[in-house]
């Protein structure tokens, strides 16, 4: 938990965000500019900055949050359509925000490369 980290504050409630899936590891909430017509963020409750700073202690965690944002993909109707999984890391991935987040995209046919 990081005291400054927007994403911490989202995950203990004390910014408002649309809940989508919430359970003792990860919250997963509607992103606030959506890229698609269904955009969700998935946060491990613990504050890890970026996703090189994962350890093998992580290993685990990183794996529940793929399940997590498969829940939610289930959840938000996109398993059968598709979707797509996202992590940004750093200046040239485009990384905003300094806790890990998995995008969960989809509800329309996505492009490739991304831009
Ligand atoms: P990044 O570029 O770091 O991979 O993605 C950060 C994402 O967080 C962006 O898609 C951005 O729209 C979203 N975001 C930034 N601030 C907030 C916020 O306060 N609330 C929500 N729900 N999403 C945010
Ligand atoms: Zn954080």
Not at 60 to 86: C, P
Request: with cysteine; proline share 5%.
């Amino acid at each position: 938990m990081a005291e400054d980290c927007l994403f911490c504050k989202i995950a203990r409630g004390e910014i408002p965000s649309t809940e989508v899936y919430s359970d003792d590891e990860f919250y997963a909430f509607r992103d606030i500019n959506p890229a698609a017509p269904v955009h969700v963020l998935v946060i491990p409750r613990k504050h890890i900055a970026r996703i090189s700073d994962a350890s093998v202690d992580d290993a685990s965690l990183l794996g529940r949050m793929l399940l997590a944002a498969n829940e939610v993909a289930r959840k938000e109707g996109i398993a059968e359509s598709g979707f797509r999984y996202a992590i940004s890391c750093n200046k040239d991935g485009g990384q905003l925000v300094f806790h890990i987040h998995l995008h969960v995209l989809g509800g329309r046919e996505l492009g490739w490369p991304p831009g």
